[in-house]
């Protein structure tokens, strides 16, 4: 089955204590996104990958890394998470880097992040 | 920058009512449009797209949309609301040939009245 798989569904966790959230999908997609989602925010683009070995910033990249080192994952990372990093992420990929020919992005079932 | 705003972050209609879910855009070029919904406790799934072929739009789930460029509009609608309609609508823009960002509407929180 296709799909976007993240883990972990839920985490709690505490200031300053260094956390990867896990993204892979089976599509064979270039590219990939995250995303967090904020309650009066919509979804804010934190940072997005076209292909392997590059990424580049979102909207929202401060305290969050990422890295593409082979096509079907993209582990979003906080090295030093604060409570303000509290909040619902989506990673999601697409078929190719080009808008033009973009179907359309395919989502994970979320990761809720509760900072302390 | 691309933006759109939606209007009203919570909609309510009878089962069986229309159901009209507004959009409006800002963006320096013609832009793609998107509405995306959401389950609970699920992820995004895409609805339709407007990607500069006709206006009207004709999505999964009986709804569609219609881009009209002298409005900056783009607003989801669906003649006859269904119980299974209730979740959260979000639209967003894309520029062509940008990096592939979709930049999302704050969302609206559709709501089925039995």
């Known amino acids: 089955e296709a799909q976007v798989t993240q883990n972990p569904r839920y985490l709690i966790t505490v200031t300053g204590k260094k956390l990867t959230v896990t993204c892979s999908q089976n599509m064979n997609h270039e590219y990939m996104s995250w995303y967090r989602q904020d309650p009066g925010l919509g979804l804010r683009q934190i940072y997005y990958?076209?292909?392997?070995?590059?990424?580049d910033k979102g909207d929202v990249p401060e305290g969050y890394k990422v890295s593409r080192k082979e096509k079907r994952n993209f582990p979003l990372i906080l090295e030093s998470p604060s409570p303000n990093q509290t909040s619902l992420y989506f990673c999601a990929s697409s078929p190719a880097p080009n808008t033009a020919t973009n179907e359309k992005l395919f989502f994970g079932s979320g990761t809720q992040l509760s900072v302390l | 920058a691309q933006s759109v705003t939606q209007l009203g972050s919570h909609v309510s209609v009878s089962e069986g009512a229309l159901v009209l879910l507004r959009c409006n855009y800002s963006s320096s070029v013609p832009p793609y449009l998107f509405w995306y919904v959401q389950y609970p406790n699920q992820g995004l799934q895409l609805l339709l797209k407007?990607?500069?072929?006709?206006?009207l739009v004709k999505g999964i789930n009986g709804f569609e949309a219609e881009f009209k460029k002298s409005e900056t509009s783009f607003h989801l609608t669906k003649p006859s609301a269904h119980m299974s309609d209730a979740a959260e609508y979000f639209c967003a823009v894309s520029d062509p040939g940008g990096n592939e960002k979709l930049t999302f509407g704050t969302g609206t929180r559709l709501t089925i009245i039995p």
């Open positions: 407007y990607t500069s072929a006709a206006t």
């Open positions: 990958s076209m292909n392997v070995e590059v990424t």
